[in-house]
């Protein structure tokens, strides 16, 4: 059984960056492409990249050019580089893992960020 556990989530003012990890164990890490995603209570859970085995990335139109996933297999981790943080980025970030991309079956607890004005 894969688990996931993020973390890096804290309180950040509106233009600073934060670094979120997902740390990985039980599984083969290298094999599994990665996600982020994050919710707003009330909202639909909302997908924000993927990184696959070799490493390319992809991201919503969104949040392109400010935020940067990137993985390092030795450590089973993947990260969540954001920067130009706004208000609207606050939510709960949740890392995934899965076989392919869009078919996530592993998820974290999820990593608070608020991000204040």
């Known amino acids: 059984q894969v688990q996931l556990v993020e973390s890096g989530g804290q309180l950040v003012q509106t233009g600073g960056s934060l670094r979120l990890s997902c740390a990985a164990s039980?599984?083969?890490?290298?094999?599994?492409?990665m996600a982020w995603f994050r919710q707003v209570p009330g909202k639909e859970r909302e997908w924000l990249g993927s990184?696959?085995?070799?490493?390319?990335?992809y991201y919503r139109d969104s949040v392109e050019g400010r935020f940067t996933i990137s993985r390092d297999n030795a450590k089973n981790t993947v990260y969540l580089q954001m920067n130009s943080l706004t208000p609207e980025d606050t939510a709960i970030y949740y890392c995934?893992?899965?076989?392919?991309?869009?078919?996530?079956?592993?998820w974290g607890q999820g990593t608070q960020v608020t991000v204040s004005s």
């Open positions: 995934a893992a899965g076989i392919s991309r869009g078919n996530y079956d592993f």
């Open positions: 990184i696959d085995y070799s490493a390319r990335t």
């Open positions: 039980g599984g083969t890490f290298s094999r599994f492409v």
